[in-house]
């Protein structure tokens, strides 16, 4: 059984880098070929797609949000690390891992989500 538990500071101040880890149990971030990806909700609104790194390294991350956001991995730890940088009040939100490519309706596995409020 497949399960995802992101982790992170609940409080992060405007201009900052935002730093959360995605612990994966009862599967391997290295098994082909599954990605392993990020999502965001704010508050009020849908579902935004951040970006994922894959089961061989390689990563990708949204337009929107590519020029300050990293996705790396610890093998040996089987964690996903999503760093964010610069972040502002629009980077409110709940704050997902989940197993899956960029098409968020397939997904079968889900973290229970982490919620991140930037606010001086």
């Known amino acids: 059984q497949v399960q995802l538990q992101e982790s992170g500071p609940g409080l992060v101040k405007p201009s900052e880098t935002l730093s959360l880890t995605c612990t994966v149990s009862g599967g391997s971030i290295t098994t082909s070929y599954y990605y392993w990806s990020w999502i965001r909700q704010p508050p009020g609104k849908g579902l935004e797609y951040i970006g994922y790194?894959?089961?061989?390294?390689?990563?990708y991350y949204s337009p929107s949000l590519k020029s300050r956001t990293s996705i790396s991995r610890d093998t040996s730890k089987n964690q996903v690390t999503l760093t964010l940088n610069s972040v502002t009040p629009e980077d409110t939100a709940m704050y997902y891992c989940?197993?899956?490519?960029?098409?968020?309706?397939?997904?079968?596995?889900w973290g229970q989500g982490t919620r991140v409020t930037v606010s001086s």
């Open positions: 790194i894959a089961y061989s390294g390689s990563a």
């Open positions: 989940a197993r899956g490519n960029t098409n968020v309706g397939s997904y079968a596995y």
